[in-house]
C-alpha cells in the first residue's frame, strides 16, 4: 500500500493523486489477500472486465483536477437521472467493439493466443492489424498533449 501511496505522490501533491494510489493499491490487496480464491473461480473473460472496469474507475482520479470533480464525473458516468436508452446508444463507439473483441480472443479459455503462434504470419498481421487500428483511433481524437508536458 505505501509504494501505491508513493506513486500517487509521485504525480502530483493533492489528493485525487492520493485517491489514485490508494484505489489500486486496496484492490491489489484484496486480490491477493482476501478474495484470491473466490477471484480464481470467475471466468478469464469476467475477470478481464472487472480489472478493465476497475481501472478505468481509478484513472478517474488520476485524470480529473480535484475530487469535486471526480465525483461529478462519476454522477454522469454512472447516470445520476439514470441511464437512458439514447445514452447508451450515443456513447456506444467501434472502438469499444474492438476492445471487448480483442479480450475475448485474448481470453485463457479461447486458447486464442497460443494458436496464433503456431502461424507467424497470421500473428505478425494480426499485431499490425491492431497497431493500424490503434494509430487511427489515436489520430481522429482531438489533441491533448502528454500529461508530464503541463507541468
Request: charged fraction near 10%; glycine fraction near 6%.
Amino acid at each position: 500500500m505505501v509504494v501505491f501511496i508513493f506513486c500517487g505522490f509521485w504525480h502530483g501533491a493533492s489528493w485525487n493523486f492520493l485517491i489514485w494510489g490508494l484505489f489500486h493499491g486496496f484492490f491489489l490487496i484484496l486480490e491477493r489477500t482476501r478474495f484470491s480464491n473466490a477471484f480464481n473461480l470467475i471466468p478469464t473473460f469476467l475477470k478481464l472486465l472487472i480489472t478493465f472496469g476497475l481501472v478505468n474507475v481509478g484513472w478517474v482520479f488520476f485524470r480529473i483536477e480535484t475530487t469535486t470533480d471526480a465525483f461529478d464525473f462519476f454522477e454522469v458516468m454512472f447516470g445520476k437521472n439514470g441511464l437512458q436508452q439514447n445514452q447508451i446508444i450515443s456513447s456506444f463507439d467501434l472502438r469499444w467493439v474492438l476492445c471487448i473483441v480483442i479480450a475475448i480472443f485474448f481470453s485463457r479459455s479461447w486458447n486464442f493466443y497460443s494458436r496464433l503462434n503456431e502461424i507467424p504470419i497470421l500473428k505478425n498481421m494480426f499485431v499490425v492489424v491492431v497497431f493500424i487500428v490503434t494509430i487511427i483511433c489515436l489520430l481522429a481524437n482531438n489533441y491533448n498533449p502528454f500529461i508530464y508536458f503541463r507541468f
